[in-house]
Structure formats: C-alpha cells, structure tokens
C-alpha cells in the first residue's frame, strides 16, 4: 500500500520546532537559509523584519503577537497605520520597528502596483506622449524617462525617471538609461525627455547624446527604437519631435 505524502503544513511544524535549536537571535534568519523565505511561517518572516525580542520574550514571540492582534491576517497587518500600531501597546514594537514594518508592506505594495501596469503597445510617438504628458505638462526642470519593452514592444512597467535637473541640464549618461533596462530584462526601450521651454526642438547635444544611447544598445543587446523630445506647456503643434520620425538620427 502507498504510503501517503505528508500534509505541507507539516514541514512548518518541523522547522517552528526546530528553532529553539538553533543559535541565538539568529534563528528565524538561520531557518528561512535553510529551507527559502517562501517555505516558513508569517511569523518567522515577520520576526526576521523585527530582528530581536525583550527580556522573557523571543522575536518569534512577539512575531506571534503581532499576528494574534489582526486574528492572524497579514492583510490586515499590512494596511494597519503607524499610529495603530502603537496603539496595540505591544511591548518591544518600539518606533523603529513600526517603520521598518511600514517599510516592508510599502515595498510589497509597490511591488504590486508595477506588477499590475498592463502591457500597453508603444508603437508610435503618440504612444509615448500618452504616458508622460500630465507629467511633464508643467515641469520647469528637463527630465528623462526611459520606457522599457519587451520583445513585440509592450510596456513592461510605467516610464522609469532616470534624472531630472536643472532648467536646460544635459541628458543622462547612458549607463544610467541601461541600467533600468537591463534591469527590467527589456528587449527594447524608447527614450524620452522633456524641454520646459516648450520648443520641442532638438539641440546638438540631444542629437549627440541619443547616437552614443543607440551605439551602447546595440553593445548591450538592447535596441533603442526612438527619442522623444516634449514641449512644455503650452507647445506649438506638434507637442513633440520623433528623433525617428524626424530622420536626424540613425536607430539601426
């Protein structure tokens, strides 16, 4: 007769178990080495943010604690106030904790946030005008964006601001466009940047900059299929100029 698997919760009880175990503070850090973050309890996640415990009480304890008081719901947990959480006059959930818990549900959220950014297609000028224009509609500082995409020029995430400076400030340096690209695992990106003057011309250093941009992409495997120029405010029409459209640069 087979004999059956055992339950997954079980592996939890196992590893709770042995944490007395092991040395010191570091336990709950040492348990989630062992067997990956994705495979302990929320309490040994949440005693890993919270790093020590008080006198008579472990980290886990106070991990436990701070479960029980939301009925053991990380969601309730991850939406609860600075202030609320003071509130719960759990002992050891001092301010610096409190923050770095905030910290912790703040990243997460984010996180999903940007998961969520559906894959718009980025095909034409108008596109990339579309997603930056209520942004740059009154910025007095040039600012550059760069729009990473995937291989049949989907947005994999909202325009990344890579610099922003001072009234007529020059443009990024690539390593700085190519880093977020990279980043994001992007088969392609479009550059983009503002001219607070509200002329949409491209200057000699635009034209220069966004050669050395398709050079260095077509090094690092990354195709740099556009630069956008936006006007400011109130720009004659067009409100843009395609580096593409306008012939003055080569993106081969």
Same mark, same amino acid.
């Given at each position: 007769?087979?004999?059956?698997?055992?339950?997954?919760?079980?592996?939890?009880?196992?590893?709770?178990?042995?944490?007395?175990?092991?040395? @010191?503070? %570091?336990?709950?850090? /040492?348990? +989630?080495?062992?067997?990956?973050?994705?495979?302990? =309890?929320?309490? &040994? *996640?949440?005693?890993?943010?919270?790093?020590?415990?008080?006198?008579?009480?472990?980290?886990?304890?106070?991990?436990?604690?701070?479960?029980?008081?939301?009925?053991?719901?990380?969601?309730?947990?991850?939406?609860?106030?600075?202030?609320?959480?003071?509130?719960?006059?759990?002992?050891?959930?001092?301010?610096?904790?409190?923050?770095?818990?905030?910290?912790?549900?703040?990243? @997460?959220? %984010?996180?999903?946030? /940007?998961? +969520?950014?559906?894959?718009?297609?980025?095909?034409? =000028?108008?596109? &990339? *005008?579309?997603?930056?224009?209520?942004?740059?509609?009154?910025?007095?500082?040039?600012?550059?964006?760069?729009?990473?995409?995937?291989?049949?020029?989907?947005?994999?995430?909202?325009?990344?601001?890579?610099?922003?400076?001072?009234?007529?400030?020059?443009?990024?340096?690539?390593?700085?466009?190519?880093?977020?690209?990279?980043?994001?695992?992007?088969?392609?990106?479009?550059?983009?940047?503002?001219?607070?003057?509200?002329?949409?011309?491209?200057?000699?250093?635009?034209?220069?900059?966004?050669?050395? *941009?398709?050079?260095?992409?077509?090094?690092?495997?990354?195709?740099?299929?556009?630069?956008?120029?936006?006007?400011?405010?109130?720009?004659?029409?067009?409100?843009?100029?395609?580096?593409?459209?306008?012939?003055?640069?080569?993106?081969?």
């Amino acid at each position: 007769m087979n004999t059956p698997l055992p339950a997954p919760a079980s592996s939890y009880t196992i590893s709770l178990s042995r944490i007395k175990d092991l040395p @010191g503070h %570091r336990r709950p850090r /040492e348990l +989630a080495l062992e067997v990956g973050v994705e495979n302990v =309890p929320d309490e &040994v *996640l949440l005693a890993i943010l919270l790093r020590s415990g008080i006198s008579g009480q472990s980290v886990i304890d106070l991990a436990r604690q701070l479960l029980d008081a939301y009925q053991g719901s990380l969601a309730q947990l991850a939406t609860a106030r600075q202030e609320e959480l003071l509130e719960l006059g759990i002992k050891g959930l001092g301010n610096v904790k409190r923050l770095e818990l905030r910290a912790a549900f703040e990243l @997460g959220r %984010r996180a999903r946030k /940007e998961a +969520a950014v559906p894959q718009r297609l980025i095909r034409e =000028p108008v596109h &990339v *005008l579309a997603e930056l224009e209520s942004q740059t509609a009154h910025l007095d500082q040039e600012t550059i964006w760069v729009l990473p995409l995937d291989q049949k020029y989907r947005l994999r995430r909202a325009p990344i601001e890579i610099t922003k400076g001072i009234l007529n400030a020059s443009l990024s340096h690539p390593r700085e466009i190519f880093r977020e690209a990279i980043r994001m695992a992007a088969a392609a990106v479009i550059i983009a940047h503002n001219h607070p003057s509200g002329d949409p011309t491209p200057s000699a250093e635009d034209l220069a900059t966004t050669r050395q *941009l398709v050079a260095t992409g077509n090094v690092v495997g990354i195709q740099v299929l556009d630069h956008i120029i936006i006007g400011g405010n109130h720009p004659p029409p067009p409100p843009y100029t395609s580096l593409r459209e306008s012939g003055l640069v080569d993106f081969s």
